[in-house]
Structures are given as C-alpha cells and as structure tokens.
C-alpha cells in the first residue's frame, strides 16, 4: 500500500490542512475503486467501515491477491472535520462561504466537449481513453485559490479515472440507501452493488439540479457526453459514481462496519479488483425508484416531534408518519404519507420548526421537477 499525502493550500496563515490517500494494488491491472469518505465530515459510519476495510485490503495485497486498484481516502474532508461550534460539530457546509460541500462541482461535459469533439471515434475504447486523458489534463491545468476549491479538486484528481466511485456518507436516522444517476441505475455494476450493500432503496435521478455532487460530477460526463455528441462517436458509461448513506449518523458500531466492509469486499470480487470467484450476489431488496418519486414529509408548525414509524417501514398513502406537538396551543398535528412506498429516512432532532424536513418515502413514480436535493 502506498501512502500519498496532498496538501491543501492553507486558509489563513499558520496552519496547513492535508488529505491522506491510500493506495492499494496497481494502477492498470484491472479496474479502478475509489472509495472516499466524510464529505460531509459529521457523517462517520465511512471511517469505521474503512478502519476494517483497510486490514482486508493489507492482507489481500500482501498474499498478492489484488488484481486492480483501490484508492481509499478515509477523511474526505479535513475542513469540516474542524467545525466546531460552541460543541456542535458543522460538517455539511463551509463555514466561510456557507457553500455545502457536496455540491458545486465541475459540468465536466460542458468543460470537455469542445476539446474532445474532433477527436472521438466510432470506437468505446477509443473514446474513453480520449476522455479520460481531456479530463485528466483539464483537472492539472487547475489552479485553485480557496482551501475548499483545493480539497474539491485533489479529490477530483484521485477519483477521475476510477471505473466505480463510492462516496460514503449517511443520512440523519435511515437504513441503508444509495443514490445513482439515472442511465447507471440498472447496470449490472449498479445492480451488483446494491446487492453486496443489502440497499433497501436506490434512488436515481438524471441530475438532481443546478449545483452537481461529487459522484454526479463524475458519472455525469460520460451520459451527459454521450447525449451531446451522438450516436456516431459512442460514449460509454465509463463511471459508475455513487452517493451511499451508511444508515444513521449514529450507526457507527463495531458490527454494522464489519458487516458493510465484508460487503465491499465481497463488490471488489464481484468487480474482479479481487483475485478469486465471487459469490454468488445476494437477491435485491428493492427496486430502484426515481429520486423524483421521493415525498418529503414537512413539520406543519412548530413542535415536538413524535415518531410512530422507524425507517424501513413500507408505508400506505394515507399513514400517519409522524405527530407534532405544539406545547404553548396543545395543537397535535399527525403527518401523513401521501404515497405508497418506503419510510427510509427520518430527522435525528426531535424539535420540529415550520416546514422543516422530517422524513422521506421512497416511492415508485416520479411527481417532483427541478431541485431534487436538499441544499
Ligand atoms: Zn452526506
């Protein structure tokens, strides 16, 4: 395993900030995995599931068993890991631009395509090393000036030429899900790693709006390339990227970690960035649904929040999800489900304020347009 440091240029005078990447196996040999955690840096469960990934990864790579490449960073995200606020840790958005740090990244399709339109072919291969190679020399030409844009880019630069990318995050209180974009959804890869993952929701969507995520911004090149330039100089799905939330925020014991790195190992075989025949996939726990088909449940007013429902419970248009008390009136205000589908995610605050996100229910048909994502 070979250790890169990579500096980040410093945000005040003083102090300098890194991120660490690990490198395990070779570069060539078979696919690329970039596995990453904590962009959002108060979202831990990655860094545990990394802790016993590691050891697997030492001791394949020892017994000469790797037969591609895996890239971990196992602290996306020093700068958030550093928020701290009178004992609240910060870690979704910058402190100094407010910016999240999981949005705002590269169009790379809109960057690329007047460079590598006269240059593709009739031929995949062909295409894809031409992209790669644009995209490569598009990221070193790059000169960032914020800290933010400087971990943006490294992580750009670790991840661009990976055939998969997961980005390990998780979500408030919620099982298992994992985000796609839409034209990946039903690959094999895609299909494979919600398997290993036991992912009781998949949700995909064709750019989820205006300000793109890490894995949007890498998977989004080659579909969105593929539709600019045509039949004729066919573009393949290059990058499956996804966005996983390891459950809850608090999920981070000992056994789910163990559980979710056996799983990784066992989509490594699969991918055959491990030596040996892979088991055989575990059967779906779910069908992916559009992103677009996700009802978010809104607090109607102030209040405590009383929970009748734990995420992972399929839910009927009509159930009431949730009660909120106003303590001052007495009002009790019973939030419903207005579709069919999976109660996956709820708020780990018990608080609610107007309008606030309380909960989603992953449903099969899409009702939803524009911005699909919490900012
Ligand atoms: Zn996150």
Redesign the pocket.
Known sequence: MRTVRHPLSPSTSGTQRELLSLHYGSAGAGPKVYIQTA??AD?LPGMMVLHHLRHQLDTLEAAGELRGEVVLVPVANPIGLNQHLMYAHLG?FELNTGEN??RHYPDFATELLDTVRGRLSGDEDHNRRVIRQALDQWLMAQRPTTELACLRLHLLRLAHDADVVL?L???FEAVMHLYVEEPYAHTPRADALARCLGAEAVLYAKGSGAALCFDESLSGLWWRLAERVGADTPVPLACLSS?I?LRGQTDVGGAWARQDAEHLMQYLTHLGVVAGQAEPLPGARCAPTPLAGVQTLRAPHAGVIDYHLTPGTPVKSGDAIATVVEPMSNQATAVRADIDGLFFQRQIQRWATPDMDLGKIAGATAFKTGELLTP
Do not use: G, Q
Request: proline content about 0%; charged content about 40%; aromatic content about 8%.
């Open positions: 962009l959002h979202e979704r740090f999981n980005d995050h998780c979500d966005t939330e």
